[in-house]
Protein backbone atom coordinates (compact mmCIF):
# COMPACT_ATOMS: atom_id res chain seq x y z
CA UNK A 1 0.00 0.00 0.00
CA UNK A 2 1.38 3.50 -1.03
CA UNK A 3 1.98 5.98 1.37
CA UNK A 4 0.00 8.56 0.85
CA UNK A 5 -2.79 5.44 1.56
CA UNK A 6 -1.64 4.67 4.56
CA UNK A 7 -0.64 8.41 5.37
CA UNK A 8 -4.61 9.52 4.95
CA UNK A 9 -5.70 6.13 6.75
CA UNK A 10 -3.82 7.36 9.79
CA UNK A 11 -5.35 10.75 9.70
CA UNK A 12 -9.07 9.74 9.39
CA UNK A 13 -8.20 7.42 12.08
CA UNK A 14 -6.19 9.72 14.22
CA UNK A 15 -9.90 11.83 13.67
CA UNK A 16 -12.26 9.16 14.76
CA UNK A 17 -10.39 8.13 17.57
CA UNK A 18 -10.05 11.84 18.74
CA UNK A 19 -14.03 11.78 18.00
CA UNK A 20 -14.81 8.70 19.87
CA UNK A 21 -12.39 9.37 22.98
CA UNK A 22 -13.89 13.04 23.88
CA UNK A 23 -17.44 11.20 23.33
CA UNK A 24 -17.03 8.51 25.69
CA UNK A 25 -14.46 10.34 27.97
CA UNK A 26 -17.53 12.88 28.45
CA UNK A 27 -19.75 10.27 29.19
CA UNK A 28 -17.93 8.78 32.04
CA UNK A 29 -17.14 11.92 32.92
CA UNK A 30 -20.46 13.08 33.49
CA UNK A 31 -21.64 9.57 34.90
CA UNK A 32 -22.14 7.62 37.90
CA UNK A 33 -23.35 4.11 39.20
CA UNK A 34 -25.64 6.16 40.98
CA UNK A 35 -26.76 8.26 37.78
CA UNK A 36 -26.94 4.63 36.13
CA UNK A 37 -29.22 3.12 38.77
CA UNK A 38 -31.35 6.05 38.70
CA UNK A 39 -32.24 5.80 35.29
CA UNK A 40 -33.67 2.16 35.05
CA UNK A 41 -35.55 0.78 37.77
CA UNK A 42 -34.07 -2.53 39.07
CA UNK A 43 -31.07 -2.49 37.24
CA UNK A 44 -28.09 -4.52 37.82
CA UNK A 45 -25.40 -3.18 39.58
CA UNK A 46 -22.82 -5.86 39.27
CA UNK A 47 -24.07 -5.53 35.34
CA UNK A 48 -23.58 -1.33 35.54
CA UNK A 49 -20.32 -2.12 36.72
CA UNK A 50 -18.95 -3.83 34.39
CA UNK A 51 -20.55 -1.70 31.43
CA UNK A 52 -18.66 1.14 32.48
CA UNK A 53 -15.36 -0.89 33.10
CA UNK A 54 -15.87 -1.87 29.50
CA UNK A 55 -15.95 1.82 28.54
CA UNK A 56 -12.90 2.42 30.68
CA UNK A 57 -10.60 -0.24 28.47
CA UNK A 58 -12.59 1.21 25.64
CA UNK A 59 -10.79 4.40 26.09
CA UNK A 60 -7.34 3.69 27.25
CA UNK A 61 -6.97 1.65 24.54
CA UNK A 62 -8.57 4.87 22.07
CA UNK A 63 -6.27 7.31 24.33
CA UNK A 64 -3.53 4.92 23.04
CA UNK A 65 -4.44 4.81 19.22
CA UNK A 66 -4.98 8.19 19.26
CA UNK A 67 -0.95 9.48 20.67
CA UNK A 68 0.21 6.71 18.06
CA UNK A 69 -1.29 8.08 15.52
CA UNK A 70 -0.26 11.95 16.59
CA UNK A 71 3.43 10.90 16.93
CA UNK A 72 3.41 9.23 13.51
CA UNK A 73 1.85 12.30 12.07
CA UNK A 74 4.45 14.38 13.51
CA UNK A 75 7.01 12.33 12.97
CA UNK A 76 9.46 13.66 9.38
CA UNK A 77 9.64 11.68 7.53
CA UNK A 78 6.57 9.71 7.29
CA UNK A 79 7.37 6.26 8.70
CA UNK A 80 4.97 3.83 6.93
CA UNK A 81 6.05 0.86 8.33
CA UNK A 82 4.90 2.53 11.79
CA UNK A 83 1.97 3.26 10.77
CA UNK A 84 0.87 0.01 9.26
CA UNK A 85 1.53 -1.31 12.85
CA UNK A 86 -0.18 1.48 14.47
CA UNK A 87 -3.36 0.94 12.49
CA UNK A 88 -3.35 -3.10 12.71
CA UNK A 89 -2.88 -1.68 16.84
CA UNK A 90 -6.28 0.33 16.77
CA UNK A 91 -7.65 -2.60 15.09
CA UNK A 92 -7.14 -4.99 17.27
CA UNK A 93 -7.25 -3.06 20.16
CA UNK A 94 -9.81 -0.61 19.81
CA UNK A 95 -12.16 -1.84 16.79
CA UNK A 96 -12.10 -5.00 19.03
CA UNK A 97 -12.50 -4.16 22.61
CA UNK A 98 -15.85 -2.05 20.92
CA UNK A 99 -17.62 -5.32 19.07
CA UNK A 100 -16.28 -7.87 21.60
CA UNK A 101 -15.44 -6.62 24.75
CA UNK A 102 -13.21 -8.80 27.17
CA UNK A 103 -15.95 -9.47 29.63
CA UNK A 104 -18.64 -10.01 27.16
CA UNK A 105 -21.07 -7.15 28.60
CA UNK A 106 -22.47 -6.74 25.18
CA UNK A 107 -21.47 -8.55 21.90
CA UNK A 108 -22.13 -8.11 17.69
CA UNK A 109 -24.77 -10.02 16.09
CA UNK A 110 -23.18 -10.00 12.98
CA UNK A 111 -26.53 -10.78 11.21
CA UNK A 112 -27.85 -7.19 12.14
CA UNK A 113 -25.55 -6.06 9.50
CA UNK A 114 -27.62 -7.44 6.97
CA UNK A 115 -30.87 -6.03 8.26
CA UNK A 116 -29.58 -2.07 8.24
CA UNK A 117 -30.27 -2.61 12.54
CA UNK A 118 -27.49 -1.94 15.11
CA UNK A 119 -25.20 -5.12 15.57
CA UNK A 120 -24.43 -4.16 19.44
CA UNK A 121 -26.66 -6.54 21.77
CA UNK A 122 -26.34 -6.69 25.49
CA UNK A 123 -26.54 -9.55 27.88
CA UNK A 124 -28.43 -7.93 30.15
CA UNK A 125 -30.80 -4.45 29.78
CA UNK A 126 -28.15 -1.44 30.01
CA UNK A 127 -29.33 1.97 31.40
CA UNK A 128 -30.35 3.83 28.36
CA UNK A 129 -27.72 6.51 28.12
CA UNK A 130 -25.10 4.27 28.41
CA UNK A 131 -27.18 1.97 25.25
CA UNK A 132 -27.49 5.13 23.54
CA UNK A 133 -23.92 6.08 23.68
CA UNK A 134 -22.49 2.79 22.09
CA UNK A 135 -25.09 2.57 19.41
CA UNK A 136 -24.25 6.61 18.54
CA UNK A 137 -20.40 5.25 17.94
CA UNK A 138 -21.45 2.12 15.82
CA UNK A 139 -21.22 3.44 12.53
CA UNK A 140 -18.44 5.06 13.03
CA UNK A 141 -16.50 2.00 14.59
CA UNK A 142 -18.10 0.12 11.81
CA UNK A 143 -16.68 2.52 9.35
CA UNK A 144 -13.06 2.25 10.60
CA UNK A 145 -12.75 -1.62 10.53
CA UNK A 146 -13.81 -1.72 6.80
CA UNK A 147 -11.16 0.59 6.40
CA UNK A 148 -8.68 -1.32 8.67
CA UNK A 149 -9.68 -4.47 7.99
CA UNK A 150 -6.97 -4.84 5.18
CA UNK A 151 -4.43 -4.57 7.96
CA UNK A 152 -5.47 -7.69 9.70
CA UNK A 153 -4.14 -10.09 7.27
CA UNK A 154 -1.48 -7.81 5.74
CA UNK A 155 0.12 -6.80 8.37
CA UNK A 156 0.46 -10.60 10.24
CA UNK A 157 1.55 -11.46 6.75
CA UNK A 158 4.51 -9.27 6.50
CA UNK A 159 5.72 -9.82 10.14
CA UNK A 160 5.70 -14.03 9.12
CA UNK A 161 7.83 -13.18 6.02
CA UNK A 162 10.12 -11.31 7.93
CA UNK A 163 11.10 -13.90 10.24
Given amino acids: MGNSMVL ?11 KAVQTISNYLNETTLTKLLAEQEGGDKAYYELLLSNLRRLVVYCEEGLEACRIILNDEPFRKAAAEKTLYRVYHLCI ?3 FTPKSDAWYEDSRSAYTGRNSIKFRQTPPPSLKALLLSLESEFQTIREELEFYETDYRTKMIQSN
Fill in 8 to 18: NQTKQVEAFLQ
Fill in 96 to 98: AEY
